[in-house]
């Protein structure tokens, strides 16, 4: 998907490349979530590497900020149907990123 691209860019070595990558995933992520939905993971994943990246603090604020968002979206059922957490494969398939991304930027 797109966001295997940014996350790329997100671990460039040119500050304006991590910038300009996460200035659409923000846009995307901020405007237009429904679309996120069939890449959700690959978006967290990329949110998670923007959060990491070593150019720009604000940059990884954001990111952190948008995994929340991503997060409580999942909670509130807007990702799929329901709000009832399971072990479900489904469940785990998008709560592992999500927590272990946010584990990694934490920790």
């Known amino acids: 998907s797109m966001f295997l691209a940014f996350s790329a860019a997100a671990c460039d070595h040119y500050e304006a490349i991590v910038a300009l990558g996460f200035e659409v995933v923000e ?12 890449n959700f993971v690959d978006c967290v994943n990329c ?14 604020m954001k990111a952190i900020d948008y995994l929340q968002l991503c997060a409580g979206e999942l909670a509130r059922g807007r990702i799929f149907s329901t709000t009832t957490f399971s072990d ?13 991304g946010l584990s990694r930027l934490v920790g």
Request: avoid cysteine.
């Open 88 to 100: 479900s494969k489904k469940h785990l398939h998008h709560w592992f990123p999500i927590l272990t």
């Open 47 to 60: 949110l998670a590497k923007n959060g990491a990246n070593m150019h720009s603090v604000n940059i990884s």
């Open 27 to 38: 846009w995307i992520v901020r405007e237009h979530f429904n679309l996120i939905l069939e």
